[in-house]
């Protein structure tokens, strides 16, 4: 597929807020198609990603967070979504703006509206851009911005579902099963006690359920001899890419060491296939070795790192 080579003008795009409504089947088709024609399979994120990020948090408002750039006829040519959590900016642009000044005029445009968010929700000024290992081109366009690599990044895994999935046996008395709705409660506060935060609630947990890529059979929960759900691993599908997603996955403290995130996995793996699924992801932050090993032990091989770019701008609103 051919790409623009020629200078973006500002009168040729306009940005507006997300709005659910509107926007989801947008968003969705934005990140299949984008993976499926560039061949990139880190340049975009997951539907399930998607999803997960736009309904389980309490503590941002998604129209203030993700913004939208469009050309002219309304399509849909690039987004940039901030998490206020660590001040990080996701940026993607279709593969047709791969080679043209997009990207830059969206880093400037966040920068600019991010400037006295930051301020005022958090001590520091740092601003953060992810960036994949293998996208040398943006890796150049942010450093001429005046970015710096920083140490943290994200490390992704896959793991190829062409060869049959053995399910693996629980400790006597667990079992693995997909979540009901009579789980609601104690599957949000499970998440929250797993990584310990209060980012999910009953109801943010239940819009997570009403998603169109939402799939209860994929939403998998270990439970305990005494009733107590012990851990969780939530599975989406790409049916178009057929990439398989796990987000997110987690272990209650109290069961920790007992082998259920492995055996979660597997369940999942097992279902992913079984609905078609050629190939599996998942990923951790880079300080997490304990989660990297079991992934490594269960055939995933790392696949690329995504790593924060980050530009403190009080000094660059200093130096300028």
């Given at each position: 597929?051919?790409?623009?080579?020629?200078?973006?003008?500002?009168?040729?795009?306009?940005?507006?807020?997300?709005?659910?409504?509107?926007?989801?089947?947008?968003?969705?088709?934005?990140?299949?198609?984008?993976?499926?024609?560039?061949?990139?399979?880190?340049?975009?994120?997951?539907?399930?990603?998607?999803?997960?990020?736009?309904?389980?948090?309490?503590?941002?408002?998604?129209?203030?967070?993700?913004?939208?750039?469009?050309?002219?006829?309304?399509?849909?040519?690039?987004?940039?979504?901030?998490?206020?959590?660590?001040?990080?900016?996701?940026?993607?642009?279709?593969?047709?703006?791969?080679?043209?000044?997009?990207?830059?005029?969206?880093?400037?445009?966040?920068?600019?509206?991010?400037?006295?968010?930051?301020?005022?929700?958090?001590?520091?000024?740092?601003?953060?851009?992810?960036?994949f290992d293998h996208d040398y081109l943006n890796q150049d366009l942010l450093k001429r911005l005046g970015?710096?690599?920083?140490?943290?990044?994200?490390?992704?895994?896959?793991?190829?579902?062409?060869?049959?999935?053995?399910?693996?046996?629980?400790?006597?008395?667990?079992?693995?099963?997909?979540?009901?709705?009579?789980?609601?409660?104690?599957?949000?506060?499970?998440?929250n006690v797993a990584f310990g935060t209060d980012a999910v609630t009953e109801q943010s947990y239940q819009?997570?359920?009403?998603?169109?890529?939402?799939?209860?059979?994929?939403?998998?929960?270990?439970?305990?001899?005494?009733?107590?759900?012990?851990?969780?691993?939530?599975?989406?599908?790409?049916?178009?890419?057929?990439?398989?997603?796990?987000?997110?996955?987690?272990?209650?403290?109290?069961?920790?060491?007992?082998?259920?995130?492995?055996?979660?996995?597997?369940?999942?793996?097992?279902?992913?296939?079984?609905?078609?699924?050629?190939?599996?992801?998942?990923?951790?932050?880079?300080?997490?070795?304990?989660?990297?090993?079991?992934?490594?032990?269960?055939?995933?091989?790392?696949?690329?790192?995504?790593?924060?770019?980050?530009?403190?701008?009080?000094?660059?609103?200093?130096?300028?």
């Amino acid at each position: 597929m051919a790409v623009s080579t020629k200078t973006v003008q500002l009168n040729q795009i306009r940005c507006r807020p997300y709005s659910q409504a509107r926007d989801f089947f947008a968003l969705r088709a934005f990140v299949q198609t984008g993976r499926q024609v560039s061949k990139r399979n880190y340049a975009f994120l997951h539907v399930g990603d998607v999803s997960w990020r736009l309904t389980h948090a309490t503590n941002q408002s998604i129209p203030d967070c993700l913004d939208l750039w469009e050309d002219l006829d309304g399509r849909l040519i690039g987004f940039a979504w901030f998490t206020p959590d660590h001040n990080g900016v996701t940026i993607q642009v279709h593969p047709d703006y791969f080679y043209s000044n997009l990207r830059q005029i969206i880093c400037q445009w966040v920068e600019q509206k991010y400037q006295s968010v930051i301020r005022q929700k958090t001590a520091g000024s740092i601003l953060r851009i992810g960036c994949f290992d293998h996208d040398y081109l943006n890796q150049d366009l942010l450093k001429r911005l005046g970015y710096q690599k920083d140490p943290f990044h994200y490390v992704h895994f896959s793991r190829p579902l062409t060869r049959a999935v053995k399910k693996r046996s629980l400790l006597s008395g667990f079992n693995v099963r997909a979540t009901t709705k009579a789980d609601i409660a104690a599957r949000a506060a499970l998440y929250n006690v797993a990584f310990g935060t209060d980012a999910v609630t009953e109801q943010s947990y239940q819009q997570v359920r009403t998603v169109p890529d939402y799939m209860a059979d994929l939403d998998l929960v270990a439970v305990a001899p005494s009733g107590r759900l012990a851990g969780f691993a939530q599975c989406w599908l790409d049916s178009v890419n057929r990439i398989g997603f796990f987000e997110p996955i987690g272990t209650h403290p109290d069961f920790r060491r007992h082998g259920l995130g492995k055996t979660l996995i597997y369940e999942g793996l097992f279902r992913m296939q079984t609905w078609g699924m050629s190939e599996a992801w998942i990923y951790t932050e880079s300080p997490n070795l304990p989660a990297q090993k079991l992934y490594t032990s269960l055939d995933f091989n790392i696949f690329a790192r995504e790593y924060d770019y980050i530009k403190d701008l009080n000094l660059s609103n200093t130096n300028s």
